[in-house]
């Protein structure tokens, strides 16, 4: 099982400041007796470069470096990479969310059109300065850049990641999302995490979005493209978005919980 995180407290975290993915920086084999191994990725921070908005309650934590970054190219490449060469039964990902302590689970995401994803962020750096910060669109699905296995055969109207879909078209994710809201709700009280879930496919139009929708697109054409191969098949897959209120231990937890959620979901292996 693969787990994807991005802008703290989603991320894998350093020693000094670790992230709620921590526990899952190596691959640990056979977790808790599940018969899956699972292995987590995400972004190096080393330190905050500024504030998200001009109150200076919410961290700026940029590109980020390492295996994986908070950019398109760089995204797509590394997902790509990972799940040819694991193969995963199911895939996971976080990232940061509003402020607050939601647990949102997206029900949808989008293959937007090249042209609607966003593109320059501003922050306040830490003399009160706002500054920009830019990244290239994604590639459109299916040119010569592509990173997908569709790469070279044709980009979409409105080029959009996903050649085989049309731009705006929506995938599902299909965790168990009922059983995983009722878990966190019942194992983290107090209204330090509220679960909820977004129905409506609208996740940002930024890298949260675009990982969001690759996971389900995988589950989606790996199963089509290998039907008969059950060693290559993906069962579920889906993205939640973290408020940035939550802390690292509690988020840490609700990982957790997902996983046994997870785990119950699967056939177990043989």
């Known amino acids: 099982m693969l787990l994807f995180g991005y802008w703290p407290p989603t991320d894998i975290g350093i020693p ?5 993915l921590w526990k899952w920086r190596e691959l640990q084999s056979d977790y808790r ?3 899956y191994d699972v292995i987590a990725c995400s972004p190096i921070f080393p330190a905050s470069i500024g504030w998200q908005d001009r109150d200076r309650q919410t961290l700026h934590w940029g590109l980020g470096h390492g295996v994986l970054s908070v950019d398109y190219h760089h995204t797509s490449r590394t997902f790509w990479s990972l799940v040819l060469a694991h193969a995963p ?4 990902s976080f990232s940061r969310g509003r402020p ?14 090249q042209s609607d994803w966003a593109t320059t962020l501003h922050y306040l750096d830490p003399g009160g300065v706002v500054r920009p ?11 010569p850049q592509d990173d997908s296995p569709l790469r070279g055969r044709g980009a979409r109207p409105g080029a959009p990641p996903d050649p085989t879909q049309p731009a705006g078209a929506m995938r599902i994710n299909n965790l168990p999302n009922d059983a995983i809201m009722a878990a966190v709700a019942a194992g983290i009280p107090g209204g330090r995490i509220v679960p909820e879930c977004n129905p409506t496919g609208d996740v940002g139009a930024f890298v949260s979005e675009y990982i969001a929708y690759h996971v389900a697109w995988y589950r989606d054409w ?7 191969d059950p060693g290559r098949r993906c069962l579920m897959a889906g993205h939640t978005h973290v408020g940035t209120k939550v802390e690292v231990a509690d988020g840490e937890v609700a990982v957790e919980l997902q996983l046994e959620r997870l785990f119950a979901a699967l056939p177990r292996p043989v």
Do not use: C, T
């Open 16 to 20: 000094s400041r670790r992230g709620m």
């Open 89 to 92: 039964i199911a895939i996971m």
């Open 133 to 143: 910060e830019s990244r290239a669109p994604p590639f459109a699905g299916g040119s």
């Open 33 to 35: 007796g599940s018969g």
């Open 100 to 113: 607050g302590r939601s647990w949102e689970i997206e029900q949808y995401a989008r293959n937007l059109a």
């Open 222 to 228: 790996v199963n089509a493209a290998f039907p008969g």
